[in-house]
């Protein structure tokens, strides 16, 4: 296949299956749909996998310039704690997860305990929230804390998670 086809060809496809594994993802999520949704996301999902394994080689280049920089492996790193997190604390046999969950323990968890999680360390979450004006105690949960700044946990967890530049 030519560069040109190649590009032609593989990034609309790429950027097609994204979309119908958004949506098929999104009724999943609401619930929305039956069998037939699930098994279409799952295969093309697969499908999608394999056009953005294709994009990825084909622009694999610039992807290696762009992975040298630091914000690249920070939000790589997050991206992948993040999901492990999700997918450790919303498993349970044999049913779908529940986002809800995750925020539910989460909240319950110390900040010394999540900040890791957020590629943060327990000092750098504590700043950040008090930047937020969250008032931070040492062995708090974030329900805690966002309870003494007339917020929740889930508020606390939105804070750690936005994108900083540094």
Not at 45 to 57: D, E, M, P, R
């Amino acid at each position: 296949m030519t560069k040109s086809l190649a590009r032609a060809v593989i990034t609309p496809l790429t950027t097609a299956l994204f979309a119908v594994a958004a949506i098929t993802g999104a009724m999943l999520f609401f619930h929305l749909g039956s069998g037939l949704v699930h098994t279409a996301h799952e295969w093309i999902s697969l499908a999608f996998v394999l056009a953005a394994l294709g994009h990825v080689l084909r622009n694999a280049k610039p992807i290696l310039h762009y992975a040298k920089q630091k914000q690249a492996l920070v939000a790589f790193g997050t991206g992948c704690a993040v999901s492990l997190a999700l997918i450790a604390l919303t498993a349970n046999a044999g049913h779908g997860g529940d986002p809800g969950s995750v925020f539910r323990t989460l909240s319950q968890a110390k900040l010394e305990a999540v900040a890791p999680a957020l590629g943060l360390t327990a000092e750098d979450a504590a700043a950040v929230l008090r930047s937020d004006g969250y008032e931070i105690l040492e062995g708090q949960t974030l329900d805690e804390i966002g309870a003494k700044a007339g917020r929740n946990g889930r508020d606390v967890i939105m804070t750690l998670a936005r994108p900083r530049h540094t």
